[in-house]
């Protein structure tokens, strides 16, 4: 076998990131947008020693969980790796992935595996989209986003898992752009103005917020855009802000106001949140709740818990279990929401919460060490890199009863339920929640319970046990 040469293969199985996986006289060969149970024939691009990647050229037996997708450019955009597969075999997909993620990186042989909770609508649920702005191959300014290692944009305005108004919004973007000879960013030469568009839209209260990101601080003749924006219904918020780094980091620091007002409001459940476009906020606002319903069942609140809440982006855990804790305390390291975070707690009237700016790492650490607080409940929501060891250290320090994860990797959640497994922990309840359909993600909740013991716990950190998820 070599490069170039065409092969027929039956896909058998599917990795983390969506690729197809079968095997060509036991060569194991990856395939982009090939589902399990296709006969295809694939063009092997590269070969490593033990295993290679191709590309699916023809499909001779389509699988019986193959539908057509409904995006026009799905193959090309890579956003959505799984949207040739049935949502119903994604759900099953999604478990799979966590219950070996558990198996193999956690070491768990009982794994307390509650149904996938799948979603009633799996495309345009997204209430977030940041479109980049470029010219295609023609030369003309549009929105989209950037074919593999090119700096053409293919044109996408209306991305089907994000809402309808985004199409309109990036219409007259790009229409104030084209008339007021405004240029895209270039990032080959960094010259250029216009990065990305930022929009967010409330799904319960309709509100629409559009920050445009440019390279530079000002936009001329900025009022004829917002003229045209503040058209469509729902227009809250039309920020810039501003990025001239050469980074492909989306936003800058700081935000200006060019109408409306900086923050969108938003209702999740009883609780209404507002959200600043720098604060972090779950993008699948349906399932959201689905998902904190489930945080709170698993933290089985009483009324007369002290829970800790880490990494609370705006506050919306730590509100939603507020209503049933006595105390819970929220830690989080973006400014801006921590902002946010206390406004919501106003306006919700919201009074047994208490919001702090800091890495999680460091600032319960502190509480801890110097101010001897304690934890009944502590819920983690970190990104995907996953938990700080030094917090892990101190969360089974102050042996809280339970502790719920809330996790958007398996992998690195494996890793931290392991640790605190081996320290003390007992895994009780896990729960997949799909909020991202069409992709290969999945949101996972978990529930750790303190092991009845007197036993010494030796909370000594084996540093490598950190090294396995390319941290
Ligand atoms: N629980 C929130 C946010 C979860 S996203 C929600 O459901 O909306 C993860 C959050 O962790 C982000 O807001 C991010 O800014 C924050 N974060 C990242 N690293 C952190 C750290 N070391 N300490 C505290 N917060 C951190």
Redesign the pocket.
């Known amino acids: 076998m070599k490069k170039d040469e065409l092969v027929t293969i039956k896909i058998q199985d599917m990795s983390a990131e969506g690729l197809g996986i079968g095997k060509a006289d036991g060569y194991t060969l990856f395939v982009k947008d090939a589902v399990i149970g296709d006969v295809a024939e694939v063009k092997i691009m590269k070969m490593k020693k033990n295993y290679g990647f191709a590309r699916l050229m023809t499909i001779k037996e389509p699988s019986k969980d193959r539908v057509k997708p409904l995006c026009p450019v799905a193959r090309q955009c890579g956003g959505c790796q799984i949207q040739a597969v049935a949502y119903k075999t994604q759900l099953k997909f999604k478990e799979n992935l966590i219950e070996n993620h558990l198996k193999r990186i956690g070491g768990f042989t009982q794994i307390p595996m509650e149904p996938i909770v799948g979603m009633e609508n799996p495309y345009r649920y997204r209430n977030k989209a940041q479109f980049p702005i470029g010219i295609d191959k023609e030369g003309n300014l549009r929105a989209g986003f950037f074919a593999g290692r090119t700096h053409t944009i293919i044109p996408v305005e209306d991305c089907l898992l994000g809402v309808k108004e985004n199409k309109t919004i990036l219409n007259k973007v790009l229409s104030f752009m084209k008339t007021e000879g405004i240029a895209a960013y270039d990032e080959t030469n960094g010259k250029g103005l216009v990065r990305h568009v930022l929009i967010r839209y409330g799904f319960f209260t309709k509100e629409i917020m559009v920050c445009l990101i440019i390279n530079g601080k000002k936009l001329l003749n900025a009022e004829k855009l917002v003229e045209s924006l503040r058209q469509i219904p729902g227009m809250t918020s039309i920020t810039i802000n501003s990025n001239e780094s050469r980074t492909n980091v989306i936003l800058g620091d700081t935000i200006k106001l060019l109408w409306g007002q900086t923050y969108i409001t938003d209702t999740i459940g009883e609780i209404s949140y507002q959200i600043s476009p720098l604060s972090?906020?779950?993008v699948n606002p349906v399932q959201t709740e689905k998902l904190y319903q489930i945080a709170l069942e698993y933290a089985n609140l009483t009324g007369e818990e002290t829970v800790w809440?880490?990494?609370?982006?705006?506050g919306?855990?730590s509100l939603f279990l507020a209503q049933k804790a006595k105390h819970v305390y929220g830690?989080?390291?973006?400014p801006d929401?921590i902002r946010d975070a206390k406004k919501n707690a106003q306006r919700n009237g919201i009074t047994n919460a208490e919001f702090f700016v800091?890495?999680?790492?460091e600032v319960l650490p502190e509480k801890y060490e110097k101010e001897g607080i304690k934890a009944d409940v502590i819920v983690v929501?970190?990104?995907r890199k996953g938990c700080?060891k030094k917090l892990l250290e101190t969360i089974v320090k102050m042996q809280p009863k339970r502790i719920v994860y809330?996790s958007c990797d398996s992998a690195t959640l494996a890793r931290d339920l392991k640790w605190m497994c081996e320290r003390g922990y007992e895994l009780k309840r896990v729960r997949g929640i799909d909020q991202f359909g069409q992709t290969v993600h999945v949101e996972t909740v978990a529930l750790l319970s303190k092991l009845k013991t007197d036993k010494h716990i030796d909370v000594e950190l084996d540093m490598d046990e950190f090294a396995c998820c390319g941290e």
């Open positions: 972090f906020y779950q809440d880490l990494y609370c982006g705006i919306t855990i830690v989080e390291i973006v929401a800091g890495k999680a790492e929501d970190p990104p700080d809330v």
